[in-house]
Structures are given as structure tokens and as C-alpha cells.
């Protein structure tokens, strides 16, 4: 049907109303509440909503943002030292200048025919995350961490045929939330105990958890409250021994100075990439990785796309393309796909590996070295000021450690509050989600942090505290 000479939204297509009449009266209905009619009538909002009142033109509209978003205080303006799952790094410019190429700017992985390079870029990207991680094959990133350790679960799961599974108990309690959500049902998750003066895995509650029911034991290294989690050996042979699967969360960013999980048991890697060249964006950059051993047992459970190298007919060319494309939700019939995978943050994949291959394995290096020096000298810094341990556990950290602050008379939230004064984001407030803490704080010290930027934060807490 074509209709002429009627005025439509810019933005809303058909949302003229003489134009929804002619529609409704093709389809025979009388309004646009008959489309909904199985909707009870006690859930329906009989009231308009509170909402301001529309802009009436895209520059007011503008105007109306760009003042709203003006309240906001960034980390351009405020030093940061938040981090619990996106972290504050710094992001080489040629990470966005790539990311921004119209032939890239998608959060798909492609297709072949709107190809441009995107399949040999993700290549690119799996091989080098590959080689950080020292596995075989690495996927096309799922939405962020969360999903991809449970996505992680979910395949240990379908290859021993177990439903049960066991994870960390310093796991981040929203990345959990996440977990259990995505599991459910099928997998269930119990959480161990882990103890409460170095923060590791309490490995006699482990053994007594252990059986031949369970999947795959979960644990993070480093850890969501920073320290290193040294026993990973050990935890994985224990896991082994009842025929489970070791499933490892990491921080790719510390994987210049330490072991990765491949070294210690893992078969299955997970995390973020997001310390990779990626901005936090307001919590909205992150991108999980999974990654496995090239065994036809873990291959083929991967529900998310994957890229390999052929060579074509014409000698020593090669093409790039999916691998096992069957495995996936939208590559057979979608009631026999491992799990539904829709859009993915293939575009983030592409950065991670720019930043990869800038930095290199000394340039690793050098940021996990930097890394950890400033977080030491943080916490040693901090150790100075009456009530206050700089590090509730006594294991060593990377990036992030847990200050106590029980000795201050002080909750972490009063002194976040003033440290917002100050111009200064402290740390995560751990107090709801690790009661058992008491009054502690989830602080992040990463290569951006000027030895200025810390002493500001230890003269700021330390006038708070002592006054």
C-alpha cells in the first residue's frame, strides 16, 4: 500500500496517526491496544507516564543530552582507582583508528560477502590471544567475562555429561548473578570457601566438595579482590582426579609476568579483554574469551564462531573462514545449537588484537612489571595511615587489592563520599557483597596512575580518617 501526503516522525516510521488508522483498518483491528489484547488489563498503565516533555527539534534534543550528560564526572576529570571488572588502562590511539574503519565499525564477525579483511583480522586476533593464553583455539568474543565463564561451564558441562559445578568464592557476586543465570537450568554452581587471611581457594573444603558429579571447579587468577592465586596446580589436579574439568578466569593484562592457566591445569580459559586497548565506556567495553586446547572434544563445544586459515586453489594463497560453523545456533537448526549465540562484540576482538600485536610480549611485560610496582608501593603507602591495612589478605596482588579500613571507625562510604570531594573515585565498597570484610574496599592501581595520582589518594584518606 502506498500513501502519500502524510507527515511521519523523522525517527518513528508510520507513526503518523491517520496513517496507523489505515494500517490497523487493513489488519481489522480498531486501535493499536486491540495488537495486545492478551495482556490482563490489571497490568496495563492506565496513566500517563512521568516523562519530561518531548524535544521538538534535534538540536533542542542535543541541547537537552550534551546538559545531562554534563553532570557526569568522568575520569578525565577525577583520578580513578575503581576497578572490579573494568579497568582504568591506557588505550594506544591506533586501537581506536583501526576500530573505527568503516569495514570494521560492527560488533559483528561478518559474513563472506561483506568481508574486507574481518575474517583475517579475527584470525589475527585469536592466534595472538592464543598465544598469550599458550592454548590452540580461541573464539570470537562473547558479550564480556560473565558470559564467557559460564558459556566455559556450560561446555565442561556437555563434555563430561555432569551437572554440577564449583566456583571460588571471591568471585565477583554480579559476575555470579550473571552466571547462575546463564546456567540455569542445567548446571548448578556451589560456591567453596576460601580463607580469610590470604583470600585463597580453602582447598580442604574443596576435597569435600569434590565428587564424581561434579563438572568443572571454577577459580580466577588473578583473583576478583587482586591477589594471586598460587595454588592453581593444585586445584586443577584435584579436579582432574574426579574427572572434572579446571575452568580458569584471568586478567589478560597480568599475563606478562605471570604463568598462564595453560601452565598450571587449565583446559579451559576464560576473561576479559577489555584491559586490552579497550576504554570502559561506561561499563560498556568489555568482551569475553575463551580459549582451549585444539582437542576435537573442546572444539566442538563452542558455541560461538571461530576462524581458521586454508589454503584456496591458487598456490600459496590462503583464505579465512568459519571453522565447525555447524556448531553454532545460526549455522544448523537452533533447537540443536549448543547455545544460542546472537550479536557479538567482534569489533572489540579486532582492538585486542591491535593492542596485542603494538605491545608484544616486552611490552606485556613492561605493563604487568609497572603494574605491580604501583600497586606495592600503594599498598606500603597506605600501611602508614592509623587504622588502615593496605592489604586485607596477606598474598600478593596484581592491579587490585583489598584496603581494610575497620580500624578507621569509618565506613568505606563515608570516605568515598569524601573522597568524591577531593575530585577522587575510591575504591568498590566491598562491605554488602563480602560482609565477612566488614569495612573494606576493592582499590585499582594500573600504568596510568602517576606516583602523584597515588600520594594524592593517601593524603586524601589520610585527612579523612585522622581528623
Known amino acids: 500500500m502506498t500513501i502519500r501526503g502524510y507527515k511521519n516522525h523523522p525517527y518513528i516510521p508510520n507513526s503518523d496517526e491517520e496513517i496507523q488508522k489505515l494500517m490497523l483498518k487493513e489488519i481489522g483491528l480498531e486501535n493499536l491496544e486491540d495488537l495486545h489484547k492478551e495482556i490482563p488489563e490489571e497490568l496495563k498503565l492506565k496513566s500517563n507516564m512521568n516523562l519530561p516533555k518531548p524535544y521538538k527539534s534535534e538540536y533542542e534534543l542535543k541541547r537537552g543530552i550534551d546538559s545531562i550528560l554534563k553532570k557526569n564526572k568522568t575520569c578525565k576529570e577525577y583520578i580513578n582507582f575503581l576497578g572490579a571488572g573494568c579497568w582504568q588502562h591506557y588505550v594506544p590511539a591506533v586501537c581506536d583508528e ?103 581457594m580453602d582447598l580442604e573444603d574443596l576435597k569435600s566438595r569434590l565428587s564424581n558429579e561434579i563438572a568443572a571447579v571454577y577459580f580466577e587468577n588473578p583473583s576478583f579482590l587482586g591477589f594471586i592465586e598460587d595454588q592453581g596446580e593444585m586445584i586443577s589436579k584435584l579436579a582432574h582426579d574426579v574427572g572434572a574439568i579446571s575452568v580458569v578466569g584471568v586478567d589478560p593484562s597480568s599475563l606478562g609476568v605471570l604463568a598462564p592457566p595453560s601452565h598450571y591445569g587449565a583446559d579451559i580459559i576464560c576473561g576479559d579483554l577489555q584491559p586490552l586497548g579497550i576504554h570502559m565506556n561506561y561499563g560498556g567495553g568489555q568482551s569475553g574469551f575463551i580459549s582451549t586446547r585444539d582437542e576435537e572434544k573442546f572444539v566442538m563445544e563452542f558455541p560461538s564462531r571461530l576462524f581458521g586459515v586454508a589454503p584456496t586453489i591458487k598456490e600459496g594463497e590462503y583464505g579465512f573462514g568459519d571453522i565447525a560453523y555447524e556448531r553454532t545456533s545460526f549455522g544448523n537448526l537452533r533447537e540443536k545449537g549448543k547455545e544460542y549465540v546472537g550479536t557479538q562484540t567482534a569489533l572489540w576482538g579486532i582492538t585486542a588484537g591491535v593492542y596485542l600485536s603494538l605491545m608484544g610480549p616486552h611490552g606485556m611485560y613492561e605493563l604487568g612489571q609497572n603494574i605491580m610496582q604501583k600497586s606495592l608501593y600503594a599498598i606500603g603507602e597506605l600501611n602508614k595511615i592509623n587504622g588502615i591495612k593496605g592489604s586485607r589478605f596477606s598474598s600478593i596482588g596484581f592491579k587490585e587489592f583489598v584496603v581494610d579500613f575497620n580500624g578507621t571507625g569509618k565506613t568505606v562510604a563515608e570516605i568515598n563520599k569524601e573522597l568524591l570531594e577531593k575530585g577522587v573515585f575510591g575504591g568498590k565498597d566491598l562491605s554488602k557483597d563480602f560482609p565477612e570484610l566488614g569495612q573494606c574496599s576493592l582499590y585499582c592501581v594500573t600504568e596510568i596512575h602517576l606516583k602523584e595520582d597515588i600520594d594524592k589518594l593517601v593524603m586524601d584518606i589520610k585527612e579523612i580518617v585522622e581528623r
Not at 134 to 147: K, L, R
Request: glycine share 6%.
Open 98 to 200: 583501526i576500530n573505527s574503519r568503516s569495514e570494521f565499525l560492527t560488533a559483528y564477525a561478518g559474513e563472506p560477502y561483506n568481508d574486507h579483511g574481518r575474517f583475517q583480522t579475527l584470525f589475527e586476533y585469536e592466534s595472538l590471544v592464543a598465544e598469550l593464553v599458550d592454548m590452540d583455539v580461541v573464539n570470537v568474543p562473547t558479550f564480556d567475562w560473565p558470559q564467557a565463564a559460564a558459556t566455559s561451564l556450560r561446555m565442561a558441562s556437555r563434555i563430561t555429561g555432569r551437572r554440577e559445578v564449583l566456583v571460588v568464592g571471591t568471585i565477583d557476586k554480579d559476575k555470579l548473578m550473571i552466571m547462575k543465570n546463564y546456567c540455569d537450568p542445567g548446571v548448578n554452581i556451589t560456591l567453596v570457601e576460601y580463607d580469610k587471611e590470604t583470600g585463597k
